[in-house]
């Protein structure tokens, strides 16, 4: 097993807090294939309040969540479902979607912060003609966009799309894996952000901290057909309100406490730009994530990962980048130790 003094991989590395342990020791369960985990259903009314939606659904992983939603609004095999080519859902969830749901994508390329345009889904939207064989299902946004390095979306942009899609009867989905991130980045609530897709899903088991779970947030129609494909994918996960006390506790605190990261985020971002000059711009670091280009130093991603490991930090390499991403387990000395292993990369 790898283990990291300070483990930068992702922010889904997170230890459970002692308030989560003992929230999860003292959680009160039930079936929640019948519906009836107290401490389940109470994460999905708060998840609904928060989201500004009437119902929410609470699942074992973002995957899910999104492949729930996606399933919810795809109408049938052969239409195509709208997104940028590096979201998580046209990317990692490719084959996923391909075999729950037979989902394959119209992809519209964004721009270096993952953003698209509405020009650009009215295009992606207009009618096929003369062939009228394609047919698109649902548009899908991400935020924060997280192969763009947790860039967040602005809002304006998001309704704009949303009108156009509405436009053309289309439904508007946003993968909110870290949309709090973004929220706390921009000022803009979570529920203004909700408001603007028809569902919103979003972890608690990335920024804000719990161990797992993610929720899939949308109309009561919607959640009751959710949660039948929930049951479908395999996740009536029985008494999960062992789990759903931790996220509990992580939608009350970790929201109040991710500017840190963020602030974090940008020490390491403006540290490295000054020890690897030409390996990102500091400017670019919106939220938790650090991308840095390997090419100043000669070495590829790999090669930088495998000695910033030597030396007991954890990086991953995401979109040909060294990924360093903050989270509650890491503090002002763990950054610390990251910049002093960063220099000792760049002098050998
Ligand atoms: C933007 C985004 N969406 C969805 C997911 C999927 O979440 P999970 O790993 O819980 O399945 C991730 C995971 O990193 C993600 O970054």
Redesign the pocket.
């Known amino acids: 097993m790898r283990s990291f003094r300070v483990d930068l991989r992702?922010d889904?590395v997170t230890k459970p807090s002692p308030a989560m342990r003992r929230a999860m020791a003292d959680a009160e369960v039930g079936d929640d294939w019948f519906g009836d985990d107290p401490t389940v259903n109470r994460l999905q009314d708060r998840a609904a309040e928060i989201t500004g939606k009437e119902a929410a659904l609470f699942v074992p992983?973002?995957?899910?969540a999104?492949q729930i939603a996606l399933r919810l609004h795809f109408r049938m095999t052969g239409h195509l479902v709208v997104a940028e080519p590096l979201s998580?859902v046209a990317s990692?969830e490719v084959m996923s979607s391909a075999v729950l749901a037979g989902i394959a994508y119209r992809t519209v390329k964004g721009d270096h912060r993952g953003r698209i345009t509405a020009d650009q889904v009215r295009a992606a939207l207009e009618p096929d003609e003369p062939y009228d064989v394609e047919v698109v299902d649902l548009v899908c946004l991400?935020n924060t966009s997280?192969h763009a390095g947790g860039t967040v979306m602005d809002v304006a942009d998001l309704r704009a799309i949303r009108k156009v899609a509405q436009e053309a009867d289309v439904p508007v989905h946003v993968?909110g894996?870290?949309i709090f991130n973004a929220s706390v980045a921009s000022g803009v609530d979570v529920a203004e952000y909700a408001a603007e897709a028809d569902t919103l899903m979003f972890?608690v088991?990335?920024g804000l901290g719990a161990p797992i779970g993610?929720l899939v947030c949308g109309n009561a129609e919607q959640m009751r057909e959710g949660r039948r494909i929930k049951i479908l994918y395999g996740g009536a996960w029985r008494q999960a309100g062992v789990v759903a006390a931790a996220g509990l506790v992580a939608l009350e605190e970790g929201p109040k406490r991710l500017h840190e990261d963020h602030e974090r985020a940008a020490r390491l971002a403006a540290a490295v730009a000054e020890i690897v000059p030409g390996s990102l711009d500091p400017g670019s670091v919106e939220t938790n994530m650090v991308f840095a280009d390997t090419e100043p130093l000669s070495l590829t991603p790999l090669e930088v990962t495998d000695r910033l490991e030597e030396q007991g930090i954890g990086a991953s390499v995401v979109s040909g980048k060294v990924r360093m991403v903050t989270h509650v387990d890491i503090s002002d000395e763990d950054v610390e130790s990251a910049i002093a292993a960063w220099r000792s990369v760049a002098a050998s």
Request: glycine share 12%; aromatic share 0%; charged share 20%.
């Open positions: 992702s889904t992983s973002g995957t899910m999104n998580h990692t991400e997280g993968d894996a870290r972890c088991s990335k993610s």
